[in-house]
Nanobody, 122 residues
């Protein structure tokens, strides 16, 4: 049974930082894509960042977060992180950990976490 458990969401003022964590179990973590997606009320779910968990650790970011967010992984802990800096009110959303999601494509996600809320106030 695949489980993705997120943590680290919360409320922060604009310009602040948060770090999200996602611990994966029951899933072949290595040599797969792991990613973060988000969904704001009334909007479609969108890709934020993905990372390949093989040797290359290739990363891919949505244009809206480039230079502010950093995705990383710890293969030994089956955990992926999302460091979010210089947060903006438009970053407010439910953030979902995803197993799969290469290319930030929702349809390529195999499994979803339960989500963690991020709220950025101006």
């Amino acid at each position: 049974q695949v489980q993705l458990v997120e943590s680290g969401g919360g409320s922060v003022q604009a310009g602040g930082s948060l770090r999200l964590s996602c611990s994966a179990s029951g899933y072949t973590f290595r040599r797969n894509y792991m990613g973060w997606f988000r969904q704001a009320p009334g909007k479609e779910r969108e890709g934020v960042a993905t990372i390949y968990t093989g040797t290359s650790a290739y990363t891919y970011y949505a244009d809206s977060v480039k230079g502010r967010f950093t995705i990383s992984r710890d293969n030994a802990k089956n955990t992926v992180y999302l460091q979010m800096n210089s947060l903006k009110p438009e970053d407010s959303a439910m953030y979902y950990c995803a197993a799969g999601g290469g290319g930030l494509v929702v349809a390529s996600v195999n499994y979803w976490g339960q989500g963690t809320q991020v709220t950025v106030s101006s």
